[in-house]
């Protein structure tokens, strides 16, 4: 990896050992590559963001260009840093899941139920069924909403605007539901360490039931407008390609991994929740481009809304959640849950000394290592096709600065 | 043949820009609010309209970003008096957790969701303000209350 203080030539013609002996350029200057000797050329270094429009929150990429051609890249966060990990060894452990909403707030639910997994392999508490199926339930409807922002975010950076404003409104409808099962939009705080905070209400099945009907159709028109368009295809294939190895060696876990043609999923590889008990198929990729990451994660959206018929159709009866004392002192221990959240594998690691609250807390966020990538994936590439790989990659800010 | 995605998105464009509006004329018209929508912190009133308060302050313990504050003192006769509720508004993340702590039903999450100020001091409530606190006994069940009147 290069990185942005050692600047040299790169992709520019290298000079020979020719019949005039070349004086050497200061730092981060090179020669034209047209063989005017006398006109030296410099990397220039663009500051991307934290204001710009498509770093999805307050990323600021620092890029150095050769041209138009991307040489390096270099993300630095920070600027949503909240200190939640810190503030979680404050706060008593069902308190904790209103933090970790503002975490990932894009997918506060899986989160969540990564933090409840948590404490219940601490502290031994056994989940009713119910609750397990309800957890699937509304964690695939918040992939669903996830996913909608992404992809209408992707047709932005790529210049398409209609999508955006109808993936709004599917993920309007989805956000309704979900106010109306955990009582808030986007900081559910609904998932607690035993089970849920309550019951489905009545009437939850009618409404997903008439959005599922309708998901099929608007996936379809989707795929007409992005995945059809001859403009999108091309500044998509072969774009921002992360191979397997690259992949696995940055830790990069989701759809990005996926896309790469990895097979792994949480859901698969450590069943969590419901998962065991439905049927569903993890799409792969091959390449692992920008057009690979976007066909995964339409094929994922597809597969939720299929899901959430499955876990409608198979909810059993019960209760919703176990009996958990407020005051939970887990056992002193250390344990680690994992979900499959929209964009990868998001694990919590807790470390309780057996007081009230816990010790340590450690967020494994799945965007974080997915933007690490930022340096191989950018190098070598074209500037423009800069924020069509950041937008495939589905960061969200929150949950890297955390 | 190119071009012919982009002539069928615009197809899909064209058919969504035929199609009534999925919106509604915010302020004039307003979606219902689910059920358990949860937005400010408001008090519940008995029959009598007395706060159910018994200022036990257990929401006070249980709101995780400490905004919520109760000034208590003794009356004549031993019982609870709330000189102040005070309620900042404008740090609460609307969990909820302070609700479900609560023994007496005296808190609920409001549907009041139009919170936005020009002044900042809307931003602190009082949502009590000088009232006696009811008796624990008397709010667990008010049947023993009406039978000891």
């Known amino acids: 990896m290069s990185d942005i203080g050692r600047i040299g030539p790169s992709t520019g013609v290298v000079p020979t050992e020719g019949a005039h002996r070349i004086p050497v350029l200061p730092r981060g200057l090179r020669r034209a590559p047209s063989g005017i000797d006398e006109v030296a050329t410099e990397h220039l270094i663009v500051n991307m963001g934290p204001q710009h429009p498509s770093t999805h929150g307050v990323l600021h990429i620092l890029l150095e260009l050769d041209g138009e051609v991307v040489v390096a890249a270099e993300a630095s966060l920070g600027y949503l840093h909240r200190g939640i990990e810190k503030l979680v060894e404050h706060r008593r452990y069902h308190q904790i ?180 008990h439905v049927e569903f198929e993890v799409p792969l990729g091959t390449v692992g481009d920008c057009w690979d990451r976007y066909a995964v994660r339409m094929e994922e959206l597809r597969w939720a809304g299929r899901l959430i018929r499955q876990l409608l159709d198979g909810m059993p009866e019960g209760d919703h959640t176990a009996k958990v004392p407020k005051g939970l002192r887990p056992p002193a221990g250390e344990s680690y849950a994992a979900v499959e959240s929209p964009r990868g594998e998001l694990g919590i690691h807790l470390v309780s000394d057996g007081s009230d609250r816990p010790y340590r807390m450690r967020l494994r966020s799945p965007a974080y290592f997915n933007l690490a990538v930022i340096d191989e994936a950018l190098s070598g590439g074209l500037v423009a096709d800069a924020v069509a790989t950041l937008g495939s990659l589905d960061i969200v800010l929150g949950e890297i600065d955390r | 043949m190119w071009g012919l995605g982009i002539l069928k998105g615009m197809a899909v464009t064209m058919r969504n820009a035929m199609r009534g509006p999925i919106t509604v004329r915010y302020p004039d018209q307003r979606l219902p609010l689910p059920e358990r929508a949860r937005w400010a912190v408001s008090h519940r009133y008995d029959e009598n309209g007395r706060p159910k308060c018994t200022a036990c302050l257990i929401c006070v313990k249980e709101c995780p970003d400490h905004i919520l504050s109760i000034a208590v003192s003794r009356t004549a006769d031993g019982g609870k008096h709330i000189d102040s509720y005070r309620y900042e508004l404008g740090a609460c993340m609307m969990c909820g957790l302070c609700v479900e702590a609560c023994p007496y039903d005296a808190i609920e999450m409001s549907h009041e969701y139009e919170l936005a100020s020009a002044d900042q001091g809307d931003l602190v409530r009082e949502l009590l303000h000088d009232v006696d606190a009811a008796s624990p006994r008397r709010a667990a069940s008010p049947a023993k209350e009406a039978a000891d009147a």
């Open chain 1, 97 to 276: 899941g209103t933090l970790l909403d503002r975490a990932d707030y894009v997918s506060g639910l899986h989160s969540e139920t990564a933090l409840a997994m948590a404490v219940e392999s601490l502290a031994g508490i056994e989940v009713p069924e119910k609750a397990q199926w309800i957890r699937s339930l509304v964690m695939e409807v918040n992939r669903i909403t996830s996913h909608m922002l992404w992809l209408g975010t992707f047709g932005l950076d790529l210049g398409a605007m209609a999508p955006f404003l109808y993936t709004m409104r599917e993920r309007e409808a989805l956000l309704d539901i979900l106010e109306a099962i955990t009582g808030s939009r986007m900081m559910f705080n609904y998932v607690r360490p035993g089970g849920v905070l309550a019951d489905l209400p009545a009437g939850i099945g009618v409404a997903l039931d008439t959005f599922l009907a309708t998901f099929d159709g608007y996936m379809d028109e989707y795929d007409t407008l992005l995945g059809g368009n001859e403009i999108f295809v091309e500044r998509v294939r072969g774009v921002g390609v992360i191979d397997a190895t690259t992949a696995t060696a940055f830790g990069m876990t989701g759809a990005c991994l996926r896309a790469a043609g990895v097979d792994y999923d949480v859901r698969k590889a450590a069943p969590y929740a419901a998962y065991a």
